[in-house]
């Protein structure tokens, strides 16, 4: 015992204090340098393939051990406060890891190894921790309710396992979190609507998981998300437009979900977006005219939808696109003329909607482009001379139209087709 190693040394009025304070004396002792190690290298007997931590023995000092680092408390003590292990090989267990000895960890980088079992509720003990990476590995059950309680956690992911439970509303008590990505798991129930109260939230990934239900408005609460995805789930219902707030949105994707209603949503303020993914829905109704106040988006995938009306000429303002995916509608009217001005453009798929009139001139201005499809609309006319401007394209099909004259000979000048 601690306490009776100061005893000879100290005044009888202070030992009464150390008795008051003995717990505290304990949690101190437990968490002292050498048994932080021991924790390790407990932890690390368990695992298969740890050849890449040779450095960990009991003779060294941890601070000194690949991928551990240690700090100076405030009160001069010295302990372990960053585990960085990605991409190590590592197989076996977390349950075996003594959460309770690890204590003053704020990084615990794990990403990348062959971690499996479930994530231990243990780990919420850990209550100095910043930053929880987990990424790719194989752990299975539930996210654990207990991590709630992880107060000081800014930087949370848990993506690419194959963690079945549904998303605990717990998690929004974690106020200073900027950072939560769950991508690629397959979690299931609802996306709680309590997560729109994690205010700080930069980044929210919730994609390619199972989750259903509608989008909780709530999440037009969260202001500062520059990411948001929640693609490839089982998301139905309309787009809130509480979402038209989030202004400070670069990358936004819904695709591959069943969601229904219009996109008047995008309607006006979402003008830092750079990247608009949302494919494969249900969405119905027009492109807003509004769609070309978005002049730094350079990725639009509407494709597969039930868009209706013509393709509004405002798309020209839209500068910066270089890949714009429209085709899988039931878009009406011509081509405008002003896609032309779309210089930056790469890839431009059409294809299957029901576009009429003729195929415009100024598309063969369009020098950048790869892949140019136009297949199975009623386009009519000729093909235009021009199309032998575009030097860099590989990829052209304009079939299943009505598109009449000769096939131009300057299609011979385009050798990387
Ligand atoms: C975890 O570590 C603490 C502090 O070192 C110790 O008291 C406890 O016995 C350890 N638990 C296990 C299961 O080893
Ligand atoms: C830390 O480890 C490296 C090699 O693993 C060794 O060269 C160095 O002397 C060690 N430093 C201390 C302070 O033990
Ligand atoms: C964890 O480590 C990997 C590999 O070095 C790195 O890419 C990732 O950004 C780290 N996670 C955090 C949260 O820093
Ligand atoms: C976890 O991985 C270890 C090492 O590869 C293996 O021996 C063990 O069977 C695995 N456990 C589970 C539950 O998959
Ligand atoms: C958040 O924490 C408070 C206090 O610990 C608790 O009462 C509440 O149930 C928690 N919220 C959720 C959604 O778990
Ligand atoms: C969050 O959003 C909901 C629904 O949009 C709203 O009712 C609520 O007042 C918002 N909460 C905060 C704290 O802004
Ligand atoms: C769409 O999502 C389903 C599962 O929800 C998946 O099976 C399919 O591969 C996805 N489609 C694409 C093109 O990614
Ligand atoms: C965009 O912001 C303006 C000014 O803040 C506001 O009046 C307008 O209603 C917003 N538009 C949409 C579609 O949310
Ligand atoms: C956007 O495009 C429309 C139609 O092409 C045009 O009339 C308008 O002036 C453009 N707006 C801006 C801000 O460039
Ligand atoms: C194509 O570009 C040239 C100059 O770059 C311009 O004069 C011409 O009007 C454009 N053609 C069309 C059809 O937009
Ligand atoms: C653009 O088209 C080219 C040619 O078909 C293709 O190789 C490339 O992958 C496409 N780019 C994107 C982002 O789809
Ligand atoms: C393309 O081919 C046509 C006809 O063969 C030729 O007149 C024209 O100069 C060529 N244009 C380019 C840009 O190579």
């Given at each position: 015992?601690?306490?009776?190693?100061?005893?000879?040394?100290?005044?009888?009025?202070?030992?009464?204090?150390?008795?008051?304070?003995?717990?505290?004396?304990?949690?101190?002792?437990?968490?002292?340098?050498?048994?932080?190690?021991?924790?390790?290298?407990?932890?690390?007997?368990?695992?298969?393939?740890?050849?890449?931590?040779?450095?960990?023995?009991?003779?060294?000092?941890?601070?000194?051990?690949?991928?551990?680092?240690?700090?100076?408390?405030?009160?001069?003590?010295?302990?372990?406060?960053?585990?960085?292990?990605?991409?190590?090989?590592?197989?076996?267990?977390?349950?075996?890891?003594?959460?309770?000895?690890?204590?003053?960890?704020?990084?615990?980088?794990?990403?990348?190894?062959?971690?499996?079992?479930?994530?231990?509720?243990?780990?919420?003990?850990?209550?100095?921790?910043?930053?929880?990476?987990?990424?790719?590995?194989?752990?299975?059950?539930?996210?654990?309710?207990?991590?709630?309680?992880?107060?000081?956690?800014?930087?949370?992911?848990?993506?690419?396992?194959?963690?079945?439970?549904?998303?605990?509303?717990?998690?929004?008590?974690?106020?200073?979190?900027?950072?939560?990505?769950?991508?690629?798991?397959?979690?299931?129930?609802?996306?709680?609507?309590?997560?729109?109260?994690?205010?700080?939230?930069?980044?929210?990934?919730?994609?390619?998981?199972?989750?259903?239900?509608?989008?909780?408005?709530?999440?037009?609460?969260?202001?500062?998300?520059?990411?948001?995805?929640?693609?490839?789930?089982?998301?139905?219902?309309?787009?809130?437009?509480?979402?038209?707030?989030?202004?400070?949105?670069?990358?936004?994707?819904?695709?591959?979900?069943?969601?229904?209603?219009?996109?008047?949503?995008?309607?006006?303020?979402?003008?830092?977006?750079?990247?608009?993914?949302?494919?494969?829905?249900?969405?119905?109704?027009?492109?807003?005219?509004?769609?070309?106040?978005?002049?730094?988006?350079?990725?639009?995938?509407?494709?597969?939808?039930?868009?209706?009306?013509?393709?509004?000429?405002?798309?020209?303002?839209?500068?910066?696109?270089?890949?714009?995916?429209?085709?899988?509608?039931?878009?009406?009217?011509?081509?405008?003329?002003?896609?032309?001005?779309?210089?930056?453009?790469?890839?431009?798929?059409?294809?299957?909607?029901?576009?009429?009139?003729?195929?415009?001139?100024?598309?063969?201005?369009?020098?950048?482009?790869?892949?140019?499809?136009?297949?199975?609309?009623?386009?009519?006319?000729?093909?235009?001379?021009?199309?032998?401007?575009?030097?860099?394209?590989?990829?052209?099909?304009l079939h299943m139209n009505m598109l009449g004259g000769h096939i131009p000979f300057s299609l011979c000048n385009l050798t990387k087709l």
């Amino acid at each position: 015992m601690p306490s009776q190693l100061y005893r000879s040394s100290l005044p009888a009025n202070l030992l009464w204090l150390l008795v008051l304070l003995s717990p505290f004396l304990v949690l101190v002792t437990a968490t002292s340098l050498g048994s932080q190690a021991r924790a390790l290298l407990h932890w690390k007997s368990t695992l298969q393939g740890g050849q890449l931590l040779a450095s960990w023995n009991i003779d060294s000092r941890p601070c000194n051990w690949t991928g551990v680092a240690c700090s100076v408390t405030r009160k001069g003590r010295l302990v372990i406060t960053d585990v960085h292990l990605p991409d190590m090989s590592l197989a076996g267990p977390l349950d075996v890891f003594n959460f309770s000895a690890l204590g003053s960890l704020a990084t615990l980088n794990l990403s990348c190894n062959r971690l499996n079992g479930t994530i231990p509720p243990a780990i919420a003990t850990l209550s100095q921790l910043v930053t929880l990476d987990l990424t790719g590995n194989l752990f299975v059950g539930r996210i654990p309710i207990e991590m709630g309680s992880m107060k000081g956690l800014q930087f949370l992911s848990l993506s690419q396992n194959q963690i079945m439970s549904s998303v605990p509303p717990s998690l929004s008590n974690l106020s200073g979190l900027t950072h939560l990505d769950l991508r690629q798991n397959k979690l299931r129930g609802v996306i709680p609507r309590e997560l729109g109260r994690l205010e700080k939230l930069r980044f929210l990934e919730l994609g390619d998981n199972q989750l259903s239900g509608s989008i909780p408005p709530s999440l037009g609460n969260l202001t500062r998300l520059y990411h948001l995805a929640l693609y490839e789930n089982q998301l139905t219902g309309s787009i809130p437009p509480q979402l038209g707030d989030l202004r400070d949105l670069v990358y936004f994707s819904l695709s591959n979900n069943s969601l229904t209603g219009t996109l008047f949503f995008i309607l006006g303020n979402l003008t830092k977006l750079q990247y608009l993914f949302l494919w494969r829905n249900h969405l119905s109704g027009f492109i807003p005219l509004e769609i070309g106040n978005l002049i730094e988006v350079s990725n639009l995938d509407l494709s597969s939808n039930m868009l209706t009306g013509h393709i509004p000429s405002t798309i020209g303002n839209m500068s910066n696109l270089n890949i714009l995916y429209l085709f899988d509608n039931e878009l009406s009217g011509s081509i405008p003329p002003q896609i032309g001005n779309l210089l930056e453009i790469t890839n431009l798929s059409l294809q299957m909607n029901m576009l009429g009139g003729h195929i415009p001139f100024s598309l063969c201005n369009l020098t950048k482009l790869q892949s140019l499809f136009l297949w199975k609309n009623q386009l009519s006319g000729s093909i235009p001379h021009e199309i032998g401007n575009l030097l860099e394209i590989t990829d052209l099909s304009l079939h299943m139209n009505m598109l009449g004259g000769h096939i131009p000979f300057s299609l011979c000048n385009l050798t990387k087709l």
